[in-house]
């Protein structure tokens, strides 16, 4: 059966309801961390989580990514992942130097833009293969330290600590990533 055009029109706009879902729920998860409501913290990341791939690989099957998109995405995202390791430190699940390492990483990120934004015509900024890789063990990381703390079993404690140097790791490789490929655009342009 066809899709309508006025049905095909209002599904352009689900990839950016998907991203503003997780603009939403990113309160709602950290508060649910630091209140220990475990379980409820554990599912609602999962269900932000998952709208992070869903809302891009949407994006690209509708044709319907957007420059609101592209912009609103990664603020989500970090919004999400910085107020849930946030919330986990304050509450001793994930070591403070991990938090520190993240945020670190995305400030230089960030710092980084701005200074090509100020000083060059460079104006995309277009996420690195381990920029995602990096994500996507923090969003792993972050899962599991929920689900410990909200089901508490040994083997999840063990995989908490077994991931902690391997998002590390990916953390500062894609940091240093974007740093030569930053270097790179502002070279040639």
Same mark, same amino acid.
């Given at each position: 059966?066809?899709?309508?055009a006025?049905?095909?029109? =209002?599904?352009? @706009? ?8 997780? /603009?939403v729920?990113a309160?709602?998860?950290? @508060?649910?961390?630091?209140? #220990?409501?475990?379980?409820?913290? +554990? !599912?609602?990341? =999962?269900?932000a ?5 869903? %809302?891009g690989?949407? +994006?690209? #099957? ?7 998109g592209?912009?609103? %995405?990664?603020? $989500?995202?970090?919004? /999400?992942?910085?107020?849930? @390791? &946030? ?7 994930v070591p ?9 990483r995305?400030?230089?990120? /960030?710092? +980084?833009?701005i200074t090509a934004? &100020?000083?060059t015509?460079v ?5 690195s ?18 689900a410990?703390? $909200?089901?508490?079993?040994?083997m999840?404690?063990? /995989? ?7 998002t590390?790791?990916?953390? !500062? ?6 740093? #030569? ?7 040639t342009?």
């Open positions: 059966m066809p899709v309508s006025a049905s095909s029109s =209002a599904l352009r @706009y689900l990839p950016n309801l998907l991203t503003g879902s997780r /603009l729920l309160p709602f998860v950290v @508060y649910c961390v630091w209140s #220990r409501q475990h379980m409820m913290a +554990a !599912v609602l990341f =999962a269900a989580a998952a709208t992070d791939g869903i %809302d690989f949407l +994006a690209r #099957r509708l044709h319907a990514a957007s420059r609101a592209a912009y609103l %995405d990664p603020i $989500a995202d970090k919004l /999400l992942l910085g107020g849930v @390791y &946030l919330a986990l430190a304050s509450i001793r699940s403070w130097w991990l938090v520190a390492l993240i945020f670190g995305d400030l230089l990120i /960030l710092a +980084a833009a934004l &100020l000083f015509r104006r995309a900024f277009p996420p293969v381990w920029g995602k890789i990096s994500t996507f063990f923090q969003i792993v990381t972050a899962v599991s330290f929920l410990r703390n $909200a089901l508490g079993t040994a999840l404690s063990a /995989l908490c600590e077994g991931l902690i140097w391997p590390a790791a990916m953390t !500062v490789w894609s940091g240093l990533d974007y740093g #030569r490929r930053g270097s790179t655009m502002v070279r342009h």
